[in-house]
């Protein structure tokens, strides 16, 4: 799935600590640059609102415990998250409740 020489990273997701500013800054605008220019699909026009949407939009933003913000693209376009809040929502869920509760309640 992932295409990024992730190994090189030191992993302290866990800890709180990202790797030095200069390292995540570089990862980011790498992960960019290789997915921006994807022009294949096209915008899916069933729901007005995602009619509107440009995939020139396409950003990615990081941002740590600490409130820093790594950035690049359309980050500050307001746009409609539509099914992804799902994910988030599955997400906030299964801390609150554990994965194998969330999994028995909903198969």
């Known amino acids: 799935m992932f295409t990024a020489d992730v190994l090189a990273v030191e992993q302290q997701a866990h800890t709180g600590r990202l790797p030095p500013d200069p390292q995540v800054t570089g990862l980011v605008r790498a992960a960019h640059a290789r997915d ?3 022009g294949e699909g096209v915008v899916a026009d069933y729901i007005p609102i995602l009619a509107k949407a440009d995939p020139r939009w396409f950003g990615l933003s990081l941002v740590g415990v600490n409130g820093r913000a790594y ?11 539509q099914s992804i809040s799902k994910a988030l929502v599955f997400a906030l869920v299964c ?3 554990g994965h194998e509760e969330v999994r028995r309640r909903s198969g």
């Open 71 to 81: 950035e690049v693209g359309g980050t500050t376009v307001s746009l409609s998250i």
């Open 36 to 38: 921006a220019d994807h």
């Open 95 to 97: 801390e609150e409740l």
